[in-house]
């Protein structure tokens, strides 16, 4: 049985990671294109910079570990193997951390900074900002977090397209819907596989229509229980 699993921020909201659009619509107090696009970048790098030390510092504090649905997937991937592919919208390391190998976290990693004068990924976790210099170049005025921004294109999308074209089970997990390509991730798995289709989410979401099923709850109770429905 083939199966993609495609997650969001919901998945980590009870790792004590805040998820994107909370009910004040901010994220972590900004205005989310003020420090996830291009634009809010140039106009202002030093809050930019800021802000993703603050949310790699965090990920770092001890008490935020993996839950049960992050070790849910884990347990899913064991026993599928190859056939299995977990895609994340997170810029957490949570699903490796819990243990996942086959993961493509397409909208980048906080864990690494970007070089754009070698093109590097450095591993990185402590903060950086504009002055910072590339370990592999030496040049410095080039790092900036190795995050995917409103307007950019996101990573591995080939790899995820040829994936949802042949899987059988498609499961959309703690993501809210709002942002392409990955909201349209499930028509694909439908429309070009024939695909079952899953929404596990605490709410409705925006596309919650294009999927078979719908399961509410707290990802933690969910997502292990639909793990072992599913196998
Ligand atoms: P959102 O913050 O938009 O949505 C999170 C979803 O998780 C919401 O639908 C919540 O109802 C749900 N949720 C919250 N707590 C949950 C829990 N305990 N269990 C299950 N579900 C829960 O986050 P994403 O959809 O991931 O992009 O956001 C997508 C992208 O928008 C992000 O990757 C980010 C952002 O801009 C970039 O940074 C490029």
Not at 14 to 40: N, Q, Y
Not at 41 to 68: C, G, K, S
Not at 123 to 145: M, N, V
Request: aromatic content about 8%; glycine content about 10%; some cysteine.
């Amino acid at each position: 049985m083939r199966v993609v699993v495609l997650t969001g921020a919901g998945i980590s909201a009870e790792s004590g990671i805040r998820t994107f659009r909370g009910s004040d619509g901010l994220w972590e107090g900004h205005h989310i294109e003020d420090v996830a696009s291009p634009d809010g970048f140039r106009r202002d790098p030093d809050t930019v910079y800021r802000f993703y030390n603050d949310r790699r510092r965090q990920l770092l504090q001890p008490e935020i570990q993996p839950n049960a649905a992050h070790l849910a997937l884990a347990r899913l991937e064991e026993k599928l193997g190859d056939d299995f592919l977990l895609v994340t919208q997170n810029i957490d390391d949570l699903h490796k951390r819990a243990g996942s190998l086959r993961l493509l976290p397409m909208h980048g990693e906080l864990r690494r900074a970007r070089c754009s004068a070698c093109l590097g990924l450095p591993d990185w976790d402590g903060d950086f900002d504009e002055k910072t210099k590339c370990p592999a170049c030496g040049k410095s005025g080039h790092l900036r977090p190795h995050v995917v921004w409103f307007g950019e294109m996101p990573l591995y999308m080939e790899d995820i397209y040829t994936a949802l074209a042949q899987c059988e089970v498609f499961a959309a997990i703690g993501t809210s819907g709002n942002v392409y390509p990955a909201a349209g991730f499930v028509d694909v798995a439908r429309r070009q596989a024939g695909a079952r289709s899953f929404e596990l989410n605490l709410e409705k979401s925006l596309v919650h229509n294009a999927f078979e099923e719908g399961r509410y709850g707290k990802a933690t109770e969910i997502v292990p229980k639909w793990v072992d429905d599913i196998l």
